[in-house]
């Protein structure tokens, strides 16, 4: 399944690395601003506070830092250049995406890298307005290669602690590959127990992603219900590609706080009427289903669909170094291609906090900022 070759990390490189946030010109290689001219609305939903809750950080990666990492860790690449590799963003479906995904995450090998990485897309969610996030990573990525999950954790914790003196808060997820056999997630588990005792102010849930067809949640029944007894957050991609059935697993058998995508759940109108009634979110993720084909046309994504039938949709970007981009972009297509109105927007954003992993009283605030913006009303 996998195309890339297998690195571990070098004997010769366990310095830190310098960083190359240093150089905002190399890491930085398109401008953050378009000069795009958006309608009154979308430049309503630009400048609202706004969260994000389905990004992938190893999917944020953007094929200039991949081969910025890739020189400096000695990493060789199937692909010769940039433009080869951003030529290859073709993709037909979830595997065809994840192939190239996992190729591009093995460049990274040292904590600096997780920083860098984590930074960069910070910086991205706060030129959008995002404030705040809960971003998932995917640590047997990063195990199979010999990088240990801490040096992850604390790379990422490093550029969110710094993040969050800038106004983004965050919250981090560690999901577990569903390709892979429940055994190794336990064991990544029983491994990552210390972190989750470590970060417990970051490092709040575990998640399921990677080749969903073939894999239901029911695989990882065990592992789930080891997590729920710690008290964890438990979400669970379901419904992107995957048929109804796995949603109702992710629900009964994982128990689930939140589903990720979740979007085929419309071929079912009584899941449809479960979910509005429960308010279990959705974390929908618009270019991801396009460039993925889920959706052949973004008229036809079931977003308003299921707003309108009461199920708590947020948008979020999924992998936008590779869907075409970050969380603005995807309100952007969604709002002219599904003509949401100012109140559907104002719900889909507000549910992105309704949902959010925080305490009843950061949420308030947040909801408390969104209406500032949105209405005019002083915040509190
Ligand atoms: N689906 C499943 N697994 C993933 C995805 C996705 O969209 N992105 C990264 N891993
Ligand atoms: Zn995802």
């Known amino acids: 399944m996998r195309t890339h070759t297998r690195h571990k990390v070098p004997e010769s490189q366990t310095e830190p690395q310098q960083s190359i946030f240093t150089a905002p010109s190399m890491t930085d290689p398109e401008p953050l601003m378009t000069t795009t001219i958006r309608s009154p609305l979308a430049q309503k939903v630009a400048g609202a506070p706004k969260s994000e809750l ?17 020189q400096r860790n000695h990493v060789q690449l199937p692909y010769a250049s940039i433009d080869t590799l951003r030529a290859a963003y073709a993709f037909t479906d979830l595997q065809s995406f994840l192939d190239i995904y996992y190729a591009g995450a093995s460049v990274l090998l040292h904590e600096q890298d997780f920083y860098d990485m984590t930074m960069a897309y910070a910086e991205r969610a706060l030129a959008d307005n995002v404030v705040h996030t809960e971003i998932f990573f995917d640590p047997q990525t990063h195990t199979e290669r010999g990088v240990p999950i801490a040096t992850a954790v604390a790379g990422i914790e490093r550029a969110l602690a710094e993040a969050e003196q800038r106004g983004l808060s965050s919250k981090l997820i560690l999901c577990f590959l569903r390709h892979l056999s429940e055994a190794d997630a336990l064991a990544t588990f029983e491994a990552a127990l210390p972190l989750f005792e470590q ?82 979110a959705l974390t929908v993720c618009p270019l991801s289903n396009l460039k993925l084909c889920v ?28 869907f075409g981009g970050y969380v603005n972009d995807n309100y952007f297509a969604t709002l002219d291609a599904l003509q949401l109105n100012d109140a559907e927007l104002y719900t889909i954003i507000r549910n992105g906090f309704e949902a959010s992993f925080v305490t009843p009283a950061e949420r308030a605030a947040l909801i408390a900022r969104l209406d500032a913006h949105w209405h005019g009303k002083p915040a509190h």
């Open 199 to 280: 970060y417990q102010h970051r490092l709040i849930g575990v998640g399921l992603d990677s080749s969903e067809r073939g894999h239901p949640p029911s695989k990882f029944e065990r592992v789930f219900a080891k997590a729920r007894a710690l008290g964890l957050k438990l979400v669970a991609h379901a419904g992107e590609e995957g048929p109804p059935s796995y949603i109702y697993e992710a629900l009964d058998l994982l128990k689930v706080d939140r589903v990720d995508h979740g979007v085929r759940s419309i071929e079912d109108p009584a899941l449809v009427a479960r979910l509005a009634d429960t308010r279990v």
């Open 54 to 70: 389905h990004i992938h950080i190893e999917g944020s990666l953007e094929p200039e830092l991949i081969f910025q990492l890739a």
């Open 295 to 322: 959706f052949d046309d973004l008229t036809k994504h079931t977003l308003k669909a299921l707003l309108d039938k009461g199920v708590a949709v947020t948008v979020n970007s999924d992998d936008p170094a590779y």
